[in-house]
Structure formats: structure tokens, C-alpha cells
């Protein structure tokens, strides 16, 4: 069936697995110390304009979060993130098994308020017991949002500069993040977010690869005895080839960044077949996941030809769904699904 | 100087102090297993109308709170509390630092409401990908709550009913649950604590104690080898007798309860004369702590003749500011803070 | 340059490669709900005898053992395990990270004894203060050990029976399970395996697939919210296709066990080359992990043609070496490094 | 009945009560920051010869080494200590608890030995795998260890220069420090501990308190925000006056050494008494804790007269008993025993 359910439906970019399939027989050494890795390491950072950043490799988005997250913070630390955050939503507490609070800022589509970061940490600091409260230690930020919106260049800006007033490190979880960059409305580049962030990944998973995020720390910052923290969390792959093949792939001829615009490209095409017919939106999402909302009556006839995936409830007669593109979506997908609308 | 900051500048009820030192030279076992424990935990369960109930004794709130949410959770499990609630906001992440995440719900003047907290319920296990998030496996009030405001029967009947039919604990912290029972202004007795709660503690170092609180599970639910989870958590007192025989003093007599009126009646004396002398209050609290809203000019003359606590800005020309009295505040000390208004 | 320096060298078996290839553009649903993961376990437990196990696929050894040990131990338990397993010695602590403490036997070439089992949890029951220790809630065994030795068929039957007595669980480490299943010298089967032991891992990362430990679960005894616990620990795939397409194709045809095969044939080729040519064994090893104790003027020299394991001194003039065969080793790799002895 | 069972069967020396009771009704503010705490660390830094040091009282033995050393060590890190090490074997695995690892060497009568610790430390540096264990990062010692032993100022001199020359700290346990420093037979002073350790405690409540450590950092290394992290692992006191008052009468007119000098004294008649009637000891203990070796006949018979500890089996026919004195053990009571034997 028709599916448009999320961007991480389909296995892998095919030159990623050509590439697997060449350098298979290959003996390399474990746990990332291979030339894949290092080739990989060069070519992002070089993407960055960050050389002097230091790239590490993990499987996925969760175990990134927490493992990043835990290794950075000093223990009387939590880490301040927009309540509707991954980290604070949907990642079955892995930041707390690691023990740290999540400290939660309003959402505001997804991102947090240069502002009310300032209230926060200002109110914190200046409350008398604060000394029995957990210290804001970290921001994070995910770009593209869950709700598929993007911070400006200057909303960074100003994010930033309060991250830097207050001496704590800025953290963008980009899971999503090709398509936050490739997106037909943003300001933002990479080189921008590098100089930006303190640390941020550049997330594989959902943008082509089988699996695997790419950590940058941007500021010769990365947690003494890193691939010790990292195997303690249980996220160091002995065959440390396999993300640093996807990823040197991904990052060679700027591979990862043709087909987050391909994704983009696919988006605008089916955000605008469904305004055409007179569908509202949820918000105006620049990036690859649209959030529709449909009358409940079409709704269940539509999920009988196309899968999507149910948001929340809008009222009584409507819902929010999402339809994600990948790099993987067809311009005869996003033709099919206009001919049940 | 007079001071009325909180509610544990003192020592111990003298009467504590003197049965500490009429068994000082007894040779008694260690870690809770002395005749004094045994004999305060039976005068405990019939106060709280449970013969059946398992009884602990720690030596501080959020030593308990800690310990008790982390032995009672499973792995996956988090717990809902006011956003107001002490051990989301003053404990310096100590639930969190055990790996549980503090699920929170909005204070309404500290307090949780039944109906939030049936649809954050209902919500989550109607929600597609609960898996992949905290679940709720025990429910946190506290009993006089932050803001010195008390559950009526009516509303703890209502959040113990939806605790039942979700099959999770009901947990109640009592730091100050003695000046909460004996408010002019309320219908919630210690046996209806006991019987729409799971879990609660009754505090000791807030109510006349130099350390201790009492837990009690009601339900035969106190968790397997709780002493070696207790000890775990740092929580085991070797010389158990010290919270022994203060409970046990604490609960003869009524001295629990004849101190905590005092406490009240001190309140509501303090409480009469800010409202004659034409002073505003935040909220109407029933019990020991009471929240005046000074003029900043007043607050800083006051400051110079007394002592108490900043709460929080009210606006401009406005400071929230919290008078506590205890089982110590005498009639004179409430009369030479009047001369002073 | 020639290489036995461990068995996860290469990538995948190039059947792996070629389903991941064939499966590529199917859309498929996340977090293991695929159909592959689903074929995989019925397969897997086809092959265990053990129609009623729960199978979960998660990505490499150390994260694995954190999982689960973590997920099955209650809070006040402790795992026990040799002082040479790996979750003591090399997974930088990954299970103590989780809050539990890893109970150390004395290793016997790798093994445990049955009756230094009993011996210890015996004495931890008698002790009248074992409130005040860590429980013993588990035995971990690894099998092959790091060794490369073998538990017999009454060694297993033994622990298993303490471990059922004393109703805790048996857990045996497989991360090179094929080795040992398939070595010349076990009379140990994987449907025994299933048998007496309560979870077991089948691994995959050591035994020729990118990545992939597959936990058997045998007697119905999967934690509650497996999948969340999975989650928490950053263990949890979004593209399960990826470990269940793999085992799929390792439990096809038999490959796991030909390929394990093939490891154990060119390790006893290798092992019968050493002996021919006079030199030591540091232990007799039936699996692929081959242990030679080597004159140190031959170790510098050897090393220039040949990379292998430095395992630990023996004296002042030897040292143990390892030499590790896998799936892909060529009968011709063998015979060059014969040409350099 | 006569009671040698520990040190900690009594209250606290009366002197303690008295000064708990003259100033009860005092009005001080809480958590540590009253002047008899401010009082007590000037005394206890002046009795190290340590002005600079940094002062903090914890409540428990267990609960200062699970803070201290969570609290110092990095989350990569271990702690390493005696196979018989208190933290190994009597804390419910709180250490483990906060996520760390307790690296153990051979205990000889509950020692640890420079040259083992120093092949430790090399051994684990010159490992090439060492980034896959747990790092090092702290040496625990308990003097008088588990078994009454003490070490001599050459053997903590050559273990402080080992953990000097690797950077790791350098903590003692001093639970029962009063009974070592007073012991006939030791060379080691309260400021020569200073001097050695970078972190140590004295310990109150085997020593004379209802509950209390104090926990000095010698070398002007006090984690930053210790307050909250005390706080996190539900070590902070709201009272902390009851841990202030009580040091401070303990290092007023020496008071904690001259009742430690009695119990040694105590404990000396108690060793003469035993000896002179022909019974062996266990090991030879300069401290309060003496290990004497019963015939089990003899060992029924005497457990009807007085209490003792069990320690553990010597042979089929003897078994090891533990006796101790105290700060408030009599030589009546000394002298009553011997007409049982």
C-alpha cells in the first residue's frame, strides 16, 4: 500500500548499500578506528567548515540523545528542552535512566523562545534555593522540530548567545536535519549550525541510511574518554565500518544533500496538491513532514489506500495526520495518493 | 532576630529530647530493628485506623521521596506530579537521578486536579506509540502542598478512584501532613489517608522532629527486601532508635496532633492579623505556611526586624513573601510581628 | 596484511548483503514490526526447539548484556558471573552503569563451577546480614567463553539446576554461540541451550552479520514493556529490518551453522599447524579463538607479516597471542600464515 | 544482656544530649548553614592541621561513600578498594547504584598493599584494550578496616605517592577513625591522614553520635555544587544542626579522641582477659573490634550470657566471633564477661 507514514520506511539510499557490498571482504579494525570512519570524520567536517571538530558515529537518535546528553552534563545538571521535545516526549525517559532531568520550556510549534530561555536561566540563577534545584546544564534544540519547523539564523542567533552568556553548551538534535537544510525557506547552512552549536548530529536514519547519526562536537569539545562513555551506554558497534561507510557515502558528492532536497522537493509538491483541494494545515511546515487536517469521515476512508500517520485530534470532526516524504518518495506516490483526495 | 522563614528552625519538641536521653544508654539493635520502632509503628497503624499496614522510618523528605518512588516504580515507569510539586521542583532531581521521569501535571495552587490527571491518563494509553514513552505508574501529591493548600475528601476520593481503576499507587507526601490534618479548614482525617492512599509519609523534621518521616504502605505494598533498597539509597540509619523513639514519642498522647493545632492556631492568629492591618494574601492557605503580598518598600523595612522568605515576584511594586509558623511559634512572637506591620 | 586479530574483521556474509539488497525498497514498518523480524523469530525458535520463546533483536554484545541483565534484575539483585566474563571486565562498566553490581566467581579458563556457585549462594543466604549485600538475581555465563572454552552438557545441566533451585535466572552470553555450537568438541546443542538456560543470546555481530545479538527469551519471561525497556536503554532500532533480515538469512538454510562451521574447520587447521610446527597452546581451546603462547623475539617478528591479538605475558621471555578464525577465513590465509611460522 | 555486638548499640555520649538540649530551641537556619556547623568544621579542620580543608556532614557510613564518590569520580570511572572493602560487600551495592563500578583488590586482613595497587594501575594503562574497562579513577581504604586492622603511616604514605603519581584521589573510610588514631599500636595521626588523603571521613556514629560523618576534602577539592549533589542522593539534612552540634562537641576538649582512647582501652582489657584464658584469635586487632576463635560448643553456651557477633566459620568445630567495645562499654561489663568464660 501507498505509505507515507514516516522517513524511515525504506532501507538504504541504493549507493550506500553498493558501497557496503565493495568494501564487504575488507579487514578493518573495530569500534570506529577504520579509514571509512576517518574519511567520513574529514568529509563532514569539511562540510561544516568546522576542522577542528570532532565527529563520532551511533546508531540511532535516542541512544545519541542520551549518550550525548548524560556524557556532557555534570551530575547536578539537567538539560533544557521545549516540552514537546523528542527527548522529553518520546524517548521512553532514556535521558532520566541516565539521570538527568529534562527541565521543559513552552513549545511553540515545536521550538523554544530565545526569551523565555533568558527568563528561565535569569529566574533560576537569581531564586535563592537554587541550590536545590537542578541546574540548567545543557539547551537542546531539535531542527527540523517534530512538528517539521525550522529555527531562523537568527533565532539561533539569540539562542546561542544566551547559551554562551550563561556558559552552557547548545545541542541541536538533527535527526531530521537534511531536510531542515535543504528546505525551500530557511536561512540556516550547515557551516552556520557548527559555528552556532556547541555539539549537534547530523542524523542518518531518517535520511537514507540503514542507521546512524553523525555527533559534532564543534569546539575541540567532546567529554574526555568519549568511546568509553559511549561503550558504557551501550552504542559503540563493534563493526564500526558500518556507519562509517554509510556516512562517508553520504557525504561524498554531497549525496546526503541531493536527496534531503529530493524529500523537500517531493513535500512541496504534496503540501500543494493539498492545498489546491482545499485542505487546512496544522501549521506551515517547511520541511519534509506535512501535518494535514482531515475531516474524520475522510480520514477513514483514506487510510484504506494510504497509510499515514494520526497526529492528535484537532476537535470533534477533525484530526491531524502526518504524511512524511523521504528521499525515498516518488512523484508517482505523491500523483497516486492526489487521486484519492 | 524573630524569624518566621519555615517550619524546622528548631530543635525537637522537648519531650522528644527527653526521651532521647531517658533511653540514651540502652543497648539496642541497629537499622530499625529496636522495640522503640516496633512499639512507634504499632501506635502509627492505629492512628491511621490499618492494623495491616507496613510501616518505615527514613530521616528526610526527599531521602523518602527518592526512595520510595524508585522502589515502587517498575524500570518503565514514571511518576505524574503538580509542576509545583516538591519533587519536581526543589529536590535537586533526586527521582530523576534514580532514572524515573517526573510526569507533570499543571498546580492549581499546588494541587493536581482529578480530571487532568484521568486525561493524561486516558491520553497515554490511547496514544499509538505509548511504548515508545514514560509510563505512568504512580501518582504524587503533597498534603499540605507547596503552597500550604489542602485536598478536601471529596477531591482525594476522586484522584484515589481514577489511581484504582489504572492500577497505580496513589502516593502522598506528608512533610507537613500534621498541620494539614488539624486545619480549621478541613474534611480529611489520617484513616481516610490511609484508605484512599497507597503509599503516604507522615512527616516528622517539619512537625516537631530532628529527623524522620514515617512511611506507610496501607495495602500490604511495601516492596520486597525495602530494607535493602532503603540502605541502597543511602537511607538506612544504623542507630534506627533516633527516628524510633521520636515517633514514638511523637504518637503518644496525641503529641502529633496537639502540636500541629498549635502550629495552626499560630497560623490563624498571624493569618487574622495581616488581614485586619489591610494586607493581601496570594492564596487562602488553611495551614502553617501563610503567603502575604508586601509592597517591596515594606518587605524591605520588614526585612530589617524579621525574618521569613521571599516567594516570588508579584508584579512591579510587589513581592510574595511566606510566613511559617510550627509547633515552636510562640503567641509573643506572632504579637512583636504585629507591632512591627 | 594478513589479519586474525578477532572475528568481526569483515562485514556481512555476502548472502546478507544480497537480502539486504533484494529488501532494500520495501516499505516497511519501524521498531521491529516488519515481517522480516517476525520470519527471523519463528525461524530462531524453529531451530531452538522452543515454540514458545520471545525473540527481540538488538545490535551488539555489551549493549545486550546492559538490556537485559537491567531489565530482569530487580533493583536489590546483582548478577553473578566469572571474574574473567566480559560484563566485568570488558564492557567499561556498562551493567554497574545501570545500577547493578556484577558478583565475581573465580573463571576457570573462562568457566564457572557449579559448585563455587552453590558454595556462594549458599553462604549468601546464611548470612545473617545479607540485607545488607547485594542479592544474587541472576548467573551469567558466556559460552564460548573468552576463552574460547566450552561449558559440557552436566556442567550447563548443573548450573542450571542451582540456578532453579535458588529460582533465578540463567543467562548465557552467545556472542560467538555458532563457534561454539558447532565446535569438534561439545556435545551441547542449541535446543539444550533453550532448555536450561532462562534467556540466552544468539550473536550475530561475531558470527557474520553487520551488527545483531538475538535474545531468546525461553520460558515466557520477557520483561513487561520489553520494547520501552529496549527504548530507554538506546537500544531500539527504527529500521528493525536491518538485525531482522539479517537473522532471517542466517537462520535459512542452516547459514548461521555452515558458516560457524567453516570458522571451527579453519580453526582447527590453524590449531593443528601450531602444534605441528612445536609451538604452545595456553589452554585448549575447541572454538574459533586459538590462544598460542609465543617467544618474544618470534611475536616482534611474526607481527610484521601477520596481525593477531596480544592477549597477556606469560613470562618473562613469552606471551599468550590470540588467533582468531570467522566465517571468512580462507583455508589460503591459513596456509600463508603457516608459510611464516 | 551484656552486649558486645558493635559499636552502635547505644544513644550518643551524653555530653552530645546535653548540648542537643541547651541549644534546641535556638532558631538556625537549616541545611548546614548554622553557626555550630560553621563551629565544628573550623574545629575538625584545626584538629587535620588543615586550614584550608572543606568540611560537609552526611548522616550514614553508606550514604558518605555513595555520595563522596559518585560525586568525585567520573562517570567512566571506578573506585577501587578491598575484596573486603565495606563498599564491596556491606552497602547494598550503593556504589554500583550511582553507576559505578567497585574495582577490587585481594583484601589482606582487610588491607589493600601499595605493590598490588601499583601492578593494578600499570596493568590497566598498559592494556591496549583499557578504553573497553572500567577506568581507575579513585583508591578506597578503610582504616581500621572491616577486621579491625590499621595501616601504618609507611604503607599510606607508599599508597598516597601511587595514587599521587597515577592522579587519582586518594579516600578514606573512617568510620570507626576515633578507635585507629587511639589505638596503642599506630603510628598514623588525624593530620598525617590529612596530609596523604585527598578525601576522608571521621566517623560520628560508630564513634559517639546518634548519626553523623564528617566528610573532609583536604586539598581544597570539594566537588563544585556538592550541596546539590548531597541533596540529589537524599543526603541533606533540612536540620543540619543535629550533625553541626554534635561534631562540634566532639572536637571540643577532645572529646571524640578521649572516648575513642577509652574504647581502645576497653578493647585491650577485653584482648588481655581472652588471651590470658587461653583463647586464639583470629587475626591481631589493635582496635575495638576483636576477632576471637570459639569451639561451637563453647560458642552456644556463651551466646546464652551475652551478645556478640557472628563473623564467620573457622573450621568444622570453631567458629569466629566478633566482640566490641565502644565509647560507652564499662569494665564492669569487661569484667562480667570474663566470668563467662
Redesign the interface.
Known sequence: ML?F??D?????H?KI?ER??E????????YGNDHYCESAKEKIKKACGCPDAEVWFL?????TN??VI??VL???E?VISAQTGHIN??????V???????L?LPGHEGRIRAEELETFLKTFWAD??H?????PGMVYLSHPTEYGTLYTKAELEAISAICRNYEIPLYLDGARLGYGLMSYDTDVTLPMIAHLCDIFYIGG??VGA??GEAVVFTKKNAP??F???I?????????G??TGIQFDTLFTDDLYFQISRHAIEMAELLKKGFAERGYSFFLNSPTNQQFIILENGKLEDLQKKVAFE?WEPFDKEHTVVRFATSW?TTKEEIEELFSFL
Request: with cysteine; aromatic share 6%; proline share 3%.
Open positions: 505509505s507514514t514516516c524511515y520506511t525504506q532501507g538504504a541504493p548499500l557496503l557490498l568494501t564487504n571482504m575488507e579487514k578493518l579494525p573495530g546508531t540511532g537518535g535516542t541512544q542520551a549518550t548524560d556524557s555534570q551530575k547536578y539537567g516526549a518520546h524517548e521512553s525517559g532514556a532520566e535512566f541516565t539521570g538527568h532531568k529534562v521543559t535563592g534555593s541550590e536545590h534545584m537542578v541546574f536514519t531518517k540503514l542507521c574526555r574518554h568511546l568509553t562513555l561503550k558504557q551506554h551501550g552504542a559503540l558497534l563493534a563493526k565500518r558500518l494520526i525515498g
